[in-house]
């Protein structure tokens, strides 16, 4: 072979500086992507799965999620249109979204619901217990139906899709839980002892829980005060209630949503607590 000429060695130097400038350049661009879907979309690649998410609060947590760029699973129980209306929302964000139907009081509907989201997604990383149920029985009126209906859909079932959750978290070692509680649950409202029972049990859940699934796990509860939402009409009882709230006005959807959000993306450190969103009702 003969040798090579000065001009060849230059020109062969020239392409190797450029297709290493090339390289660092591409490098750089994808650092700078990456930082700004981090920045821009901090649950990118993840996917969350909000039960009760048609309508009212869960919505709005739904959203709110998936706009931080997690894929987000819908459930429902009879909210079908609901729950369809918020899965075409999410994805407009670009993100995916399912809707997937299941009484949260039904164990059974429970495990097909997550066997579901295992096949399809291969993987949790957040679960928002939000289904929830709520009506006015003086105590002496409360029967046996009101008790278990009740119980059912706001303790045992977020009890039944932690366990569930916890399953497809632990294939990963991460995840985490936030429990959707109330004020209810920290304060005597005699009306609603039954609700107020529900809700600090699952109160009580969360910390039991936070301290079973740790450390991979964490698992937190949110406690809403009066939240109002638009076109609402306030009661009489509900201006009474704003009256002698500290900051003497009621929260909105998106409040509980944006702590949510928080607790989503920097609550490394945060397990097994109780966060009151409620304008200072809940002081002492």
């Given at each position: 072979?003969?040798?090579?000429?000065?001009?060849?060695?230059?020109?062969?130097?020239?392409?190797?500086?450029l297709i290493l400038s090339t390289g660092n350049a591409i490098n750089t661009h994808l650092k700078e992507?990456?930082?700004?879907?981090?920045?821009?979309?901090?649950?990118?690649r993840q996917v969350a799965l909000v039960t009760g998410a048609g309508r009212r609060i869960g919505r709005e947590i739904a959203l709110g999620l998936g706009r931080a760029g997690a894929t987000v699973v819908v459930n429902y129980n009879e909210s079908w249109d609901e729950a369809q209306a918020t899965?075409?929302?999410?994805k407009a964000c670009g993100v995916d979204a399912v809707a997937l139907q299941a009484d949260v009081g039904r164990p059974a509907q429970v495990r097909r619901m997550f066997h579901k989201v295992g096949r399809k997604f291969g993987q949790l990383d957040l679960l928002v217990n939000n289904a929830a149920i709520f009506f006015p029985v003086k105590w002496d009126h409360l029967t046996e139906q009101h008790w278990d209906r009740?119980?059912?859909?706001?303790?045992?079932?977020?009890?039944?899709?932690?366990?569930?959750?916890?399953?497809?978290?632990?294939?990963?070692?991460?995840?985490?839980?936030?429990?959707?509680?109330s004020i209810g649950g920290l304060q005597a409202w005699p009306q609603y002892m039954h609700y107020c029972s529900s809700k600090a049990g699952l109160i009580m859940l969360t910390r039991c829980l936070?301290?079973?699934?740790?450390?991979?796990?964490?698992?937190?509860?949110?406690?809403?005060?009066?939240?109002?939402?638009?076109?609402?009409?306030?009661?009489?009882?509900?201006?009474?209630?704003?009256?002698?709230?500290?900051?003497?006005?009621?929260?909105?959807?998106?409040?509980?949503?944006?702590?949510?959000?928080?607790?989503?993306?920097?609550?490394?450190?945060?397990?097994?607590?109780?966060?009151?969103?409620?304008?200072?009702?809940?002081i002492p």
């Open positions: 072979m003969g040798a090579v000429k000065q001009g060849d060695g230059d020109m062969q130097k020239s392409w190797f500086c992507k990456m930082s700004n879907e981090v920045q821009n979309r901090p649950l990118a899965v075409h929302e999410i009740i119980l059912s859909v706001n303790l045992k079932g977020p009890f039944f899709c932690a366990q569930e959750a916890a399953k497809l978290m632990q294939r990963r070692n991460c995840g985490q839980i936030i429990n959707i509680s936070a301290k079973a699934l740790a450390p991979d796990i964490r698992v937190n509860s949110i406690a809403p005060g009066t939240i109002l939402f638009p076109g609402e009409k306030r009661s009489p009882m509900t201006k009474s209630v704003i009256r002698s709230t500290p900051l003497r006005k009621a929260g909105c959807a998106e409040d509980i949503a944006r702590m949510v959000l928080h607790l989503a993306c920097h609550g490394d450190f945060i397990t097994g607590q109780i966060f009151p969103v409620d304008g200072g009702k809940s």
